[in-house]
């Protein structure tokens, strides 16, 4: 046969499955990797966020309870202060190693260009120095905390820098990767050393002992971070597709090796481990990778179980013998089990899990609860979900623990401190919340004695986290009792790294609180005022950018508290330039806003002069401030129209309205915004009138940016401003924007719009132009510009018709007729809608097309599935039912009728609204019955929905045309014996009653019976939405003389009163307060009497909430209804109610 | 409440109702549920004028005595509670 061969299916390419199957086998091949790795914070976050894993945490003493106890404290205050002042003096050399380094290296390349190759002597030397430089740094280390050997330091400083430096320049070129551990055991015994390595030699063990954190060169015991051996890498990695890469030549790795035996770690209290015992377990787990374990010896089934998790629950993966354990012991393998079902466990594990862990909390204590807690938050594959869980868990043994968490504040904090810079809202909502409970556990003098010494450190990242954790510690102890410190701080002669974070405490807390910084208002800028002077530029900035949010959090009240900084400010900003300029800037912006309008225009005379000098500036962040505080001085009362025009505008324009600002999306917003601003003073001719011309300019983006400016200015202040010869340009420039577009985009659909609105009937003179770019545009090859043209059609449809020109809407809605075919939905939709607008201005008689030929051919269009086009055609059906109805046969709307069903189902609400509401005026003009019977039958259907709305739609149908007609035929259906049916009546029956209201009273009795059958019926839902019609009917027929009937009905309701489910229950609860209102207070407490003090707890607990509902809706009416108990009096206790009992 | 209704919408109905003075439960003594009516029922009198003028005539006392005494009378209408039997 020479047809080609049919095949039967299609299936994947053979290359793709091949893939697939050569992926299977690949064993480790783990597709979620890389989705894994992006879920991880650390993996996601940037450098200067992962720089908690450079911090260290101290024990920070509790120095309440020795006083107390009567004993020394060791690791307290003064040892932090110490060896945060070691830090930062190291910090201070090693930075000055760099420079050198970095002078040398330059030196060092000119040197290189002329000769290639180093001598020989000079490498041999330079690897000698570095040797001794190694062991220096060690060395250095671990006298952290000796006191003399920081006096040491200090002494000997230049010499060692020096000689350092001679070493670090060739530093470069030589390769250690595993000659590391030969150095460590060659720094003891010696060869050359250097002079320094001499000093500190016999150190003396020193109690307090820093625990440092993560940083992996830092803490050699730390066996989690620890580094890995060749075995375990091995064991890690696979064996095929790895090699073992030789390191770059310049190589010189910048942390020290590990292995280092120091006695002083073991004593740490943090999370040690023997290394004997779980080093092999450890390793077994890397080894095992792959099979993680699920199940867990006392822990039971986990969700999940990552490799890092078995470094760190080591201990209770393997089975172990109980008895042989300590108390203490066993506490830590509990905590850990607990712990592993927090982070790891499915969610009613973790819950009992963490319910066990708080009760337990003061048992446990805190010391092994953090140890555990704590290097576990640092962990660096750490996820969301984790951290939330652990978080969650500090929260809650926080409020256990109390005061016992005092020696942990500090660990606590260097691990919680990260979250209030996260980027996630409920990672910083999460900090501020534990931190504002470890403040409150802790107390205001150990926090402040615990966060000192991080306030001048060295690292930036610090002081940052810092200060913001200081600002949730003063908005939880509030701002008062914080205040001597804060003075303090910024006042600090020591450092200006202190002044600074003071300052920034002050604009967090700003930030923070907002409004609430009003009482302290005075108190907290007389803190700040003079680091305005302060010799430091960082320090002037943070001052200006801390008044600029003390300023944003009060306006608009508080000016007089900026009064002592308000000729620093104005006085700075002639002194400053670049960055500092930009903050006092700010400042002022934010000032000027609370100011009393008669001073107000002389502060802005002073800062223009110089906002008009940078408007040239080429500083993008400068840029978007001098925009922000012109937009603000022109926002002020105290500035004249005049002033704006005259002085401000011109450079203004001259700045800002360039072709480039419209390329950047931030300076672009920043620009139109300042310039609607300016508009509101200088008003709108003379805005317009300068950038009207821009309307022509070549570049589109600025077209546009001036579009959207003339769009916002217009449509706040309106066009009566604008004169005859701006008017011509106006309309000129805008047709010719809108038809030189190029990407068919809102804002010159919008601009188009709201400028022709605005104009009204002055736009006459061009309708005709305009509608003919329309008719040209609608004929446009391109879909897009087709929709535009039908949605500007639908904008103008009002102003052409107050122009008086109907020619040209019939002659648009001709052209729009003939575009019903279109086969775009988007652009079909926009089609529809701009017929709609024209048949709503013209009035279904004049319209042309005629409504008879306009209809049938919506008919079909209503299959559409589109949901715009299933939109627009409801709409436009719905406005001819309601207003033009007679003009389309029956025939045709009953056709429509059957098509407006499918419509039900519709996911936007809008649409079915509207469909139900066609419903109601299709019926209305062609009487009840055929539109009925095609909705009860409706009823039968599968989908809920579609049932549901043909509920409504019978209950509008019996709204619009009397309930009389529609009551007998849902009377009539409910006999069907179908359950939907049947429930399908009832809801429309409690719909009718809902919206018919007193009505009712005149069908009440004839559904009584009805009611009868329904509310009896073993089906829950036809007793609730039986009880549903009642309370429905009960409302609408309160005061109008059913009480019989009604009587009736709450007898057949009150049983269900003891149903459990909720929905059934509820309604049921509703129709009996409904009753109160039909029956009276009295009736209904009668009904609630019986079971008050009923022997069943289950009754009388029914029986009260009905009754509170009841005391609740009529609490005064009750008051005669109560019944007599004078009866029960005994001994003191009298329950006579006596006034009642008096006669005149 | 039943457990089973503890997870609804009613529950919260239920607390919102928990907060109002005078509003009951399963657990409440013929006491204090009396003390509550006796206090509703003062309120009332002294809350409508046309009941203490008549409570006024009644008596033969001034309308802003029997107002005062109506008042006073609700810090301990039924008497002191009764001792706990437990």
């Known amino acids: ?1144 | 409440m039943s457990s089973e209704l503890r997870y609804t919408a009613n529950t919260q109905l239920e607390h919102l109702h928990a907060r109002y003075t005078g509003t009951g439960h399963a657990d409440l003594t013929k006491y204090e549920w009396l003390t509550h009516q006796h206090r509703d029922t003062l309120s009332s009198i002294v809350g409508h004028p046309t009941l203490t003028s008549y409570l006024a005539i009644a008596d033969g006392e001034a309308v802003g005595r029997v107002r005062f005494e109506m008042t006073e009378r609700m810090l301990q209408p039924c008497g002191p509670p009764p001792p706990k039997d437990d």
């Open chain 1, 1 to 1144: 046969m020479s047809e080609p061969r049919l095949v039967d299916s299609y299936t994947a390419p053979k290359e793709v499955l091949q893939e697939f199957a050569e992926m299977a086998e690949e064993e480790d091949i783990d597709p979620f990797a890389e989705t894994a790795k992006q879920r991880q914070i650390a993996a996601r976050q940037s450098d200067y966020h992962n720089r908690r894993f450079n911090r260290q945490a101290h024990d920070s003493a509790d120095a309440f309870k020795a006083v107390v106890e009567g004993e020394d404290v060791e690791g307290g205050y003064k040892d932090a202060m110490r060896l945060q002042r070691l830090e930062k003096e190291e910090e201070r050399v090693r930075r000055a190693i760099e420079e050198k380094e970095r002078q040398e290296r330059e030196e060092g390349q000119q040197k290189m260009d002329l000769d290639k190759t180093p001598p020989r002597a000079e490498i041999e030397e330079a690897q000698k120095e570095l040797a001794a430089m190694q062991g220096t740094k060690r060395k250095r280390r671990w006298d952290i905390a000796e006191p003399e050997s920081e006096k040491e330091n200090k002494e000997v400083k230049g010499e060692w820098s020096q000689e350092a430096l001679e070493g670090a320049a060739p530093k470069k070129r030589r390769s250690r990767w595993d000659a590391t551990p030969a150095d460590v055991a060659a720094e003891t015994p010696s060869g050359k050393r250097s002079r320094w390595d001499q000093a500190p030699a016999a150190a003396p063990e020193v109690p307090m002992t820093p625990i440092i954190m993560n940083a992996p060169g830092l803490m050699h015991e730390d066996k989690h971070n620890r580094y890995l051996t060749d075995e375990e890498l091995d064991a890690i990695l696979p064996s095929a597709g790895y090699a073992i890469v030789t390191p770059p030549p310049g190589y010189a790795p910048l942390i020290r090796p590990p292995k280092l035996s120091g006695p002083s770690v073991t004593e740490v209290g943090g999370f040690q481990i023997q290394e004997s015992s779980d080093a092999a377990a450890a390793a077994a787990a890397a080894g095992l990778a792959p099979e993680l374990p699920t199940e867990i010896p006392g822990v039971g089934n986990l969700a999940f179980f990552k490799p890092e998790d078995a470094q760190y629950f080591a201990k209770i993966l393997k089975e172990e013998d109980e008895t042989e354990l300590s108390v203490d012991e066993m506490k830590e393998r509990k905590i850990m089990r607990l712990l592993l079902k927090i982070k790891n466990g499915t969610p009613p594990v973790r819950k009992t899990a963490l319910r066990q862990i708080t009760d337990k909390a003061r048992d446990f204590g805190a010391g092994p609860l953090f140890d555990k807690i704590l290097p576990l938050l640092m962990e660096r594959t750490l996820e969301d979900q984790e951290r939330h869980l652990l978080v969650k868990v500090i929260d809650r043994v926080l409020y256990k623990l109390d005061d016992l968490v005092r020696p942990y504040v500090h660990k606590i904090l260097v691990v919680i401190e990260p979250l209030l810079i996260d980027e996630d809202y409920y990672a910083r909502v999460e900090g501020r919340e534990i931190i504002s409970n470890l403040s409150k556990a802790a107390g205001l003098a150990h926090m402040i004695s615990t966060m000192r010494p991080d306030i001048d450190h060295a690292d930036e990242y610090v002081r940052n986290t810092t200060a913001r954790a200081f600002s949730v510690v003063a908005s939880a102890l509030g701002i008062p009792s914080l205040l001597p410190f804060l003075k303090a701080v910024c006042r600090s002669k020591k450092s200006w790294q202190a002044r600074h974070t003071g300052i920034r405490i002050v604009q967090q807390i700003a930030i923070m609180m907002g409004c609430a910084v009003l009482p302290h208002l005075r108190n907290l800028v007389e803190c700040i005022a003079h680091g305005l002077q302060d010799e430091q530029t960082k320090v002037r900035t943070m001052t200006a950018l801390a008044l600029a949010a003390l300023a944003e959090a009060s306006a608009p009240y508080g000016i007089e508290s900026f009064d002592n900084v308000l000729k620093p400010l104005w006085v700075g900003i002639r002194l400053h330039r670049g960055k500092s300029l930009a903050a006092f800037l700010k400042a002022i912006g934010f000032i000027l806003p609370l100011m009393d309008p008669e001073y107000v225009s002389y502060y802005i005379k002073e800062v223009t002069i110089i906002l008009i000098r940078e408007f040239q500036t080429s500083d993008e962040e400068m840029k978007k401030i001098v925009l922000k505080v012109v937009q603000q001085c022109a926002a002020t009362e105290g500035v004249t129209a005049q002033y704006i025009k005259q002085d401000i505008l011109p450079d203004f324009f001259k700045a800002f309205w360039v072709r480039r600002m419209a390329l950047d999306r931030r300076n672009y917003r920043q620009v139109v915004e300042t310039t609607v601003e300016l508009a509101q003073k200088a008003g709108v001719a003379e805005i317009v009138g300068r950038i009207v011309n821009e309307l022509k300019d070549e570049a589109e983006p600025y077209r546009k940016m001036v579009m959207e400016t003339i769009t916002k200015v217009v449509a706040s202040l309106g066009a009566s401003d604008i004169d005859e010869r701006l008017e011509v340009r106006l309309v000129d420039g805008i047709i010719y924007a809108f038809q030189e577009q190029t990407t068919e985009d809102q804002v010159m659909l919008d601009g188009f719009g709201t400028v022709v609105n605005a104009l009204g009937i002055r736009v006459k003179p061009y309708l005709t132009q305009i509608v003919s770019t329309i008719l040209w545009r609608l004929n446009n090859k391109s879909a897009k510009v087709r929709q535009q043209a039908a949605d500007l059609t639908t904008r103008l449809a009002v102003v052409i018709k107050q122009c008086g020109e109907d020619q040209l809407l019939s002659k648009l809605g001709l052209v729009l007729f003939e575009q019903l075919g279109e086969e775009y939905p988007d652009t079909l939709g926009s089609i529809i809608a701009a017929e709609g607008a024209i048949a709503n201005v013209v009035g279904m008689t004049q319209m042309n097309p005629p409504v008879k030929d306009l209809l049938p051919r919506m008919t079909p269009i209503l299959r559409n599935r589109h949901e715009k086009v299933q939109e627009a055609t409801i709409n436009l059906i719905g406005r001819i039912a309601d207003r033009g109805a007679e003009f389309v046969p029956a025939r045709e709307w009953m056709r429509i009728c059957f098509e407006l069903l499918d419509l039900l189902k519709a996911h936007k609400k809008g649409i079915r609204r509207a469909a139900v509401n066609s419903f109601g005026y299709i019926a209305k003009s062609l009487g009840p019955q055929d539109v009925l019977q095609v909705l009860l039958t409706n009823l039968r259907v599968q989908e809920r929905q579609s049932r549901v709305c043909s509920t409504v739609a019978i209950a509008i149908v019996a709204e619009t045309c009397g309930p009389f007609t529609c009551i007998p035929a849902i009377l009539n259906e409910y006999r069907t014996a179908e359950l939907n049916v049947r429930t399908g009546c009832l809801k429309a029956l409690s719909f009718v009653f809902e919206y018919v209201g007193p009505q009712s009273a005149y069908y009440a009795d004839s559904v009584v019976t009805m009611l009868e059958d329904a509310l009896t019926d073993r089906d829950l839902v036809h007793r609730q939405t039986a009880s549903t019609i009642v309370k429905h009917l009960a409302l609408g027929v309160a005061g109008l003389g059913c009480e019989d009937s009604m009587l009736h009905l709450m007898n057949l309701v009150w049983p269900n009163c003891f149903e459990t489910s909720p929905h059934v229950i509820g309604a049921v609860m509703e129709a009996i307060e409904a009753m109160r209102v039909t029956l009276g207070p009295g009736v209904l407490l009668s009904y609630v009497l019986q079971g008050l003090f009923h022997p069943a707890r289950k009754v009388r607990e029914v029986y009260w909430r009905i009754y509170n509902s009841l005391y609740l809706g009529a609490e005064d009416a009750l008051v005669p209804f109560y019944p007599d108990l004078g009866e029960l009096s005994e001994g003191q206790n009298v329950y006579d109610r006596q006034p009642l009992q008096m006669f005149i």
